[in-house]
C-alpha cells in the first residue's frame, strides 16, 4: 500500500510514494523541498499564484537559510514543483501533507481552523485512488477527528483515504536541517499500512537513529502545543527569576549555568532576556490555554495565562530600562535599535519582542532607527513609522542608547571600539544577555542587562569621558 507493497511477480519493490504538500508557506515550503531531498517526486500546491511563481523560479518569500538552495537544486532535477492546482496535484500524489496556517483567531486566543479544514475538504474533493492524508498543521486536540470524519463524508465512494497526524517541530533558521534530521518523528492514528508507508517516508533519518514513535490521534496532536508550552515556561521561569536576581543583586547568567548543569534541568532555554515571540509559541500557548479551557483542564490555563504574562511583562521591562537611561524620558532621544526579527536567522517579526520595544520608546517620542541583517524589510512593512538603517553604524548615529534586541552574530561580533565613535552616550542595553559585557566595558561602554547587573567601563578610552548611567 502506498509504495511499500512489492510486486510479487516481479520480486521488486513497487514505486516510491508520490507527494503532494498544501500550502507553501514557511512549513509546507521546507517540507516539499526537504522530501525531494529525500527522493520523492513532490509537487507543492497553493492558493496564492504570486507565491507558486515564485516558489517555481527558485525564489523563497521569506528568510530561511539554506531553503532557497534546496528548492532551486530540485526544481532542476524535476522531483519538485510548485502549482496552484489541487485537483491536478492530488490526482498524481498518494501521499498529501497539510501544512496551511492555523492563526490565532481575532478577539481570541483559539485558533482559526478555516484554513486546515479547507484543506481537507479538498484534498477529499479532489481524491481519484487512494491515498494517506497526513496533517502537519498545528491545531487543538480534538480537531484530527473531526478532520477524519470530514475526508470520509467528502472523499468518493471506493476511495480509500486515511487521515493521521504527523506534527510538526521545526526551529525557524533551523527548518531544512530539522526537517532532514528530526530529534524524533511522531504518527498519530495511523493504520498498520499508513504507519509502514510514513516509516518509508522517513527511512533516511530512521536509519541515522531518529526515533519514530506511533501514538494516538490526540497525542499526536499534543506533542508539539506540549513541547511549545514546556519550552515557553522555561523561558519564562528564568525571567522571573531574573527579576529577583536583579532585587538581590545576583547574577541570573551564571546562575542558569549552574542550574542548568543539572541534568534533569538542562541549560538550554534558560536563557533570561526579553523573551519568546514568532509565530508558534505566543499562538501555541494561546490556543492551547483556550482549549483546555473548553475541556475543563483549568491548571494548564493557570500556568499558561501566568507563562504568557511574564513573557510579555519583559518587554516592558526593557521599555522602563530605555527610558531610566534616558533620565526618565526618551522623548526627543535618539535610540539605536539592534533587531527586528524575534530570532536570529530568520526574517520573521510575527509578535516579534524586539519590534514592540522599538515601537513603544517610539509612540513615547524617541527617535528611533532600527537595524536588522534578514529582517528590516518585513519589519517596515510592520511598523512603517519607524526608521530603519542599512546597517549597525548607520543605527547608531548619535545615540542616546542602543538596544541589543536580537541577538545576531554580528552585533554580537561588533567592534564596540568602533561603536563608541559613533553613539552620543556609550550605554547599551543588552535585553539577550548575549555581549561580552567585559570586552565593552573595556572600550568604555556601560552595558545593562537583564538580571545580570549594570558593567561599567572599565576607564574611559583617551579623550572620552567616562559614562554615567542615569539610574
Known amino acids: 500500500m502506498f509504495g511499500m507493497m512489492r510486486d510479487e511477480a516481479a ?3 513497487a514505486p516510491r510514494p508520490r507527494m503532494s504538500v498544501i500550502g507553501t508557506g514557511y512549513l509546507g515550503a521546507t517540507h516539499a ?3 525531494a531531498e529525500l527522493g520523492f517526486d513532490v509537487v507543492g500546491v497553493d ?7 515564485a516558489l517555481s523560479a527558485g525564489r523563497v518569500p521569506f528568510y530561511e537559510p539554506g531553503l532557497e538552495e534546496l528548492i532551486a537544486r530540485h526544481l532542476a532535477t524535476g522531483r519538485l514543483r510548485f502549482t496552484t492546482d489541487l485537483t491536478e496535484a492530488v490526482a498524481v500524489s498518494d ?11 481575532t478577539g481570541s486566543h483559539a485558533a482559526d481552523l478555516r484554513f486546515v479544514e479547507s484543506a481537507v475538504a479538498g484534498v477529499a474533493r479532489a481524491l481519484s485512488h487512494d491515498g494517506v492524508v497526513v496533517g502537519k498543521s498545528t491545531v487543538p486536540v480534538g480537531t484530527a477527528a473531526r478532520l477524519r470524519e470530514l475526508l470520509g463524508a467528502l472523499a468518493p465512494e471506493g476511495v480509500a483515504a486515511e487521515l493521521i497526524w504527523n506534527p510538526e517541530f521545526l526551529r525557524e533558521g533551523k527548518a531544512v ?3 532532514l534530521h528530526p530529534d524524533r518523528v511522531v504518527i498519530g492514528g495511523a493504520s498498520p499500512g499508513a504507519a509502514s508507508a510514513m516509516r518509508e517516508v522517513y527511512a533516511a533519518p530512521i536509519a541515522e537513529g531518529t526515533p519514530f514513535l506511533t501514538v494516538g490521534l490526540e497525542t499526536a496532536e499534543l506533542v508539539k502545543v506540549s513541547a511549545n508550552a514546556f519550552l515557553a515556561t522555561k523561558i519564562s521561569f528564568i525571567n522571573a527569576i531574573a527579576e529577583l536576581c536583579t532585587a538581590a543583586d545576583a547574577d541570573v547568567s551564571t546562575l542558569a549555568d549552574a542550574i542548568g548543569l543539572d541534568g534533569r534541568i538542562g541549560r538550554r532555554f534558560l536563557d533570561a532576556g526579553l523573551g519568546f515571540g514568532g509565530g508558534c509559541l505566543p499562538k501555541d500557548i494561546r490556543a492551547l490555554m483556550h482549549r483546555a479551557g473548553e475541556l475543563g483542564a483549568l491548571e494548564v490555563v493557570g500556568l499558561m495565562q501566568q507563562v504568557d504574562e511574564i513573557n510579555m511583562a519583559q518587554r516592558q521591562r526593557v521599555v522602563e530600562m530605555a527610558l531610566s537611561a534616558c533620565g526618565g524620558s526618551v522623548l526627543n532621544a535618539r535610540i539605536g535599535v539592534l533587531g527586528a526579527a524575534f530570532k536570529p536567522l530568520t526574517d520573521d517579526v510575527r509578535d516579534s519582542p524586539a519590534l514592540n520595544v522599538a515601537a513603544a520608546l517610539h509612540l513615547r517620542g524617541a527617535q528611533v532607527t532600527v537595524f536588522d541583517p534578514a529582517a528590516g524589510e518585513t519589519a517596515h512593512r510592520t511598523f512603517p513609522t519607524l526608521s530603519f538603517a542599512d546597517g549597525i553604524r548607520d543605527a547608531l548615529v548619535d545615540a542616546h542608547v542602543v538596544l541589543l534586541l536580537t541577538e545576531w552574530h554580528e552585533f554580537l561580533d561588533a567592534d564596540p571600539v568602533a561603536l563608541g565613535e559613533t553613539v552620543r552616550t556609550r ?3 543588552d535585553a539577550r544577555n548575549k555581549l561580552d559585557a567585559a570586552r565593552w566595558s573595556a572600550a568604555g561602554w556601560t552595558v545593562i542587562g537583564l ?17 554615567e548611567l542615569l539610574v
Open 427 to 429: 550605554t547599551i542595553i
Open 177 to 179: 536541517e530539522d526537517t
Open 47 to 53: 492558493t496564492d499564484p504570486a507565491k507558486v511563481e
Open 11 to 13: 520480486g521488486s519493490p
Open 451 to 467: 538580571g545580570t547587573g549594570v558593567t561599567r567601563p572599565v576607564a574611559a578610552p583617551l579623550g572620552v569621558p567616562a559614562v
Open 95 to 105: 501521499i498529501h501533507f497539510v501544512c496551511v496556517g492555523t492563526p490565532q483567531q
Open 33 to 35: 523541498a526537504a522530501m
